[in-house]
């Protein structure tokens, strides 16, 4: 038995779950999220809680049966409560902005990058004082981006980190905020003189 599949998924007050054949709707106070099961993994609520079952313990039923209980585990908590990640932008003169629908980004390119935000994502751009750039040095803008869907968000964190990825030896671009970034030691200059 998986160990993540076989876990009760406990349905909140403010959250609708319907199950119609292998269609799964949820829907709560930040939006509505559906889902199709594949073959051989089923759904059933019981009492408040929503239980995932697959049909044998085949390799790739058990391989499934954790991961859908985790998806509609994500979709509950994301019509509930929502999720938000934050991208950090470092490096002198970057800049973010939002305009309309869009949003603007400089980061040294000899142009603006303009990513189209998507409607089921929120973003708020934080600007930074002293304080906070002193800790890491060169941070200009924190971007929070929220949704109630978890894999359109990682999406697009992962999509606007890729327009400009930290670089290893100034740390300049756009990372996670909880991300690391190892930093290379540059050239040194030294050596012995010849002649």
Known sequence: MSRVGKEPIII????????????????????????????????????????????????????????????????????????????????????????????????????????????EIEIDIEKIGRAKASIIPGLQVIIDISSYNKELLGSVCATIRNIKPPEPYKGKGIRYSDEHVRKKAGKVAGGTLVG
């Not at 999220?33 to 594949?38: N, Q």
């Open 12 to 119: 909140p007050e403010n959250v609708n779950v319907n199950i119609r054949k292998k269609r799964i709707t949820v829907k709560g106070p930040k939006g509505a999220l559906e889902r199709v099961l594949v073959e051989g993994i089923s759904a059933k609520i019981v009492d408040n809680t929503l239980i995932i079952k697959r049909i044998s313990d085949e390799k790739k039923y058990r391989s499934l049966h954790g991961l859908y209980r985790s998806l509609i585990n994500n979709m509950i908590i994301g019509v509930s409560k929502g999720f938000m990640k934050k991208l950090m932008i470092v490096g002198t003169g970057y800049k973010a902005t939002i305009k309309g629908k869009w949003l603007v980004l400089s980061l040294g390119f000899s142009h603006d990058i303009y990513f189209e935000i998507p409607k």
